[in-house]
């Protein structure tokens, strides 16, 4: 099967609505994203096999799964398959996200906000940002990466990415919260794969369930943060013990 692939910022697959490369974005450097080398998704589930091939001739030969075991386990990413090393890479140990064991009513009392948690995320998972970062470096060709919808986890690696590369914020807010329109249409779907949480007594989705949500406001806390701490998005990946030679080589992959 021959498919005519361009890279184009929304892939157009028939089984993923938020599959997007992180090329096109200006940059301070005065250059621009390359396209066809970060590509960004919710999990990569049931997918036909037109679709598989799509991203293989895209240039997909690394795929970078963020889930917990349970998730992997029950919905196995499509791209575990021959020609794309798949590699499991999960954010929260072996977990599934956030350790979520309680009820919906406990999660909801315990939520914060996502920029409170993305900041939580950033001080107690170095270690898996370092190990990213660094399969994101030693990818030859496409490196796709996904979590469950791939807003949150997948959100907040795009960010820090494209943050060290020199996109703006306000561009990195866009390509955060885009997701929640590009998912709209597969909440439902999604809702299977995320068990009981974003569900109501009767087992319907809660469309305005705050899981749901990519707010603005949460890439700018985060960046609020990484200023006040750290400064720089590169002082905070040296504080995830990358060097400064892998830096470099993340932007030298993004920018050329």
Same mark, same amino acid.
């Given at each position: 099967?021959?498919?005519?692939?361009?890279?184009?910022?929304r892939l157009p697959l028939e089984r993923m609505s938020n599959c997007r490369d992180l090329g096109g974005y200006p940059?301070?450097? +005065?250059?621009v994203t390359r396209f066809g080398v970060f590509v960004r998704s919710e999990a990569p589930v049931f997918l036909p096999?037109?679709?598989?091939? $799509?991203?293989?001739?895209?240039?997909?030969?690394?795929?970078?799964?963020?889930?917990?075991?349970?998730?992997?386990?029950?919905f196995p990413s499509s791209l575990d398959t021959e020609g794309i090393e798949y590699i499991h890479l999960p954010m929260? +140990?072996?977990?599934?996200?956030?350790?979520?064991?309680?009820?919906?009513?406990?999660?909801?009392?315990?939520?914060?906000?996502? +920029?409170?948690?993305?900041?939580?995320?950033?001080?107690?998972?170095?270690?898996?940002?370092?190990?990213?970062?660094?399969?994101? #470096?030693?990818?030859?060709?496409?490196?796709?990466?996904?979590?469950?919808?791939?807003?949150?986890?997948? +959100?907040?690696?795009?960010? @820090?990415?494209?943050?060290?590369?020199?996109?703006?914020?306000?561009?990195?807010?866009?390509?955060?919260?885009?997701?929640?329109?590009?998912?709209?249409?597969?909440?439902?779907?999604?809702?299977?794969?995320?068990?009981?949480?974003?569900?109501?007594?009767?087992?319907?989705?809660?469309?305005?369930?705050?899981?749901?949500?990519?707010?603005?406001?949460?890439? $700018?806390?985060?960046?609020?943060?990484?200023?006040?701490?750290?400064?720089? #998005?590169?002082?905070?990946? $040296?504080?995830?013990?990358?060097? #400064?030679?892998? #830096?470099?080589?993340?932007?030298?992959? @993004?920018?050329?």
């Amino acid at each position: 099967m021959e498919i005519s692939v361009k890279y184009s910022k929304r892939l157009p697959l028939e089984r993923m609505s938020n599959c997007r490369d992180l090329g096109g974005y200006p940059t301070k450097f +005065g250059n621009v994203t390359r396209f066809g080398v970060f590509v960004r998704s919710e999990a990569p589930v049931f997918l036909p096999e037109r679709d598989i091939e $799509y991203l293989k001739q895209y240039g997909v030969t690394k795929s970078l799964d963020f889930r917990g075991d349970s998730h992997t386990q029950k919905f196995p990413s499509s791209l575990d398959t021959e020609g794309i090393e798949y590699i499991h890479l999960p954010m929260f +140990g072996r977990a599934d996200a956030m350790g979520f064991e309680q009820s919906v009513d406990d999660i909801l009392r315990r939520f914060s906000g996502w +920029g409170r948690t993305y900041i939580g995320w950033l001080e107690t998972y170095k270690s898996w940002v370092r190990d990213v970062v660094r399969e994101l #470096v030693s990818t030859d060709g496409v490196c796709h990466f996904n979590c469950n919808a791939g807003k949150d986890r997948t +959100g907040v690696i795009s960010a @820090l990415v494209l943050a060290v590369c020199g996109v703006d914020l306000n561009d990195i807010a866009f390509d955060y919260c885009i997701s929640r329109a590009m998912l709209k249409p597969r909440f439902s779907q999604l809702a299977e794969q995320w068990d009981s949480y974003l569900k109501d007594e009767n087992g319907k989705l809660i469309p305005d369930h705050p899981f749901l949500f990519t707010p603005r406001d949460a890439m $700018y806390q985060l960046f609020a943060y990484i200023c006040s701490q750290y400064k720089t #998005v590169e002082n905070y990946f $040296y504080s995830c013990r990358l060097s #400064v030679d892998e #830096v470099k080589e993340i932007r030298k992959k @993004l920018l050329g």
